[in-house]
């Protein structure tokens, strides 16, 4: 986050470190909350709201937004890929639906993920996916 808020500012210019730390910090700390809600329902991790909040930080709404939607395509195909080649993608939607279903009846946050239930097969790195979304932006737009 330290290197986000210098090379942001220094990049806007010496007169405007200050403000590029200010924008930084604000974008940083807007995702994070808006992000938050995922991790409460634990469907990412703190760590993947951390790196998503550092790009918007950095490239900013626009830019970040084209950023990290890429990020989530490409591990949406990842998980998809995975399911399929493991042999769970039945398995895996009938566990959405039905904690779906539960979060409506009953009115009660659960833990999504389940290790003990769900291992760790069905887990994709989803910080990689969000780097490889950047770099897709980097060099697109």
Known sequence: MAAGVILFGWEAGNQAVLWGAIFF??????????????????????????????????????????????????????????????????????????????LIQTKKITAYYSSARDGYDAVIPLGFCMFLGTILTAVFF
């Open 25 to 102: 910090l604000s974008r940083f700390l807007a995702v994070t909350a808006l992000f938050f809600l995922l991790f409460r329902f634990r469907m990412i991790g703190a760590g993947d709201i951390k790196i998503i909040a550092l790009i918007f930080g950095y490239l900013g709404y626009g830019n970040g937004f084209a950023a990290v939607a890429g990020g989530f395509l490409i591990g949406a195909f990842w998980s998809l890929v995975l399911m399929t080649v493991k042999g769970c993608t039945f398995q895996r939607f009938s566990y959405f639906l039905t904690y779906i279903r539960s």
